[in-house]
């Protein structure tokens, strides 16, 4: 896949939690379609803020770029962070809050 045949989606994960994320923690993002099929994933480190991400995935694979949506977890020793509803993606850059899922 050459990079002009690449469909690349970024944003940045945020949570609201006023906490030091400790060193160690993943965010792990993944981009489907409506019909939940993977086309794309990454993990980064998570940083104590927000955390970018990009994700490339083969044009050829997305049927309907505006129905592409996100999904992300945020995990360190701190908890654990994930999206509760699947994110649409914006045109230009889209933000993920996560919410805490664990006690």
């Given at each position: 896949m050459s990079a002009?045949?690449?469909?690349?989606?970024?944003?940045?994960?945020?949570f609201r939690e006023k906490l030091a994320m400790p060193p160690g923690g993943v965010v792990t993002v993944k981009l489907v379609d409506t019909a939940g099929e993977v086309l794309a994933a990454t993990s980064v480190d998570a940083e104590n803020g927000p955390t970018d991400f990009t994700l490339q995935a083969d044009p050829a694979d997305v049927l309907d770029p505006s129905r592409l949506l996100l999904w992300a977890r945020l995990r360190s020793d701190a908890g654990v962070w994930g999206t509760t509803e699947l994110v649409p993606v914006a045109d230009d850059s889209?933000?993920?809050?996560?919410?805490?899922?664990?006690?």
């Open positions: 002009s045949n690449v469909l690349a989606v970024a944003g940045t994960v945020l889209t933000e993920i809050l996560v919410t805490r899922i664990d006690a």
